[in-house]
């Protein structure tokens, strides 16, 4: 079977599987959810403009571009 990951990255990912005391399975499984679980949530606020990818609304801004701060 060849293998798609980088030997490095293979390396890496045992070494902290190791100091985890957890199996290198569970280790590349749960960086898949995060990240999946950022790319999903990027994908759900893309495209709404009122939305930044922060969560927070964008800064209102004058029309020359400079950003209005409360007083």
């Not at 569970?26 to 009122?50: F, M």
Request: aromatic letters at 2%.
């Amino acid at each position: 079977m060849e293998t798609i990951l980088d030997p490095d990255l293979i390396n890496r990912i045992q070494r902290l599987a190791a100091a985890r005391h957890r199996s290198a399975d569970t280790i590349i499984g749960e960086a898949i959810e995060q990240y999946l679980g950022r790319e999903e949530n990027a994908e759900a606020t893309r495209g709404d403009e009122s939305q930044h990818p922060s969560g927070e609304p964008w800064p209102k801004r004058t029309p020359v571009g400079g950003i209005i701060t409360p007083v």
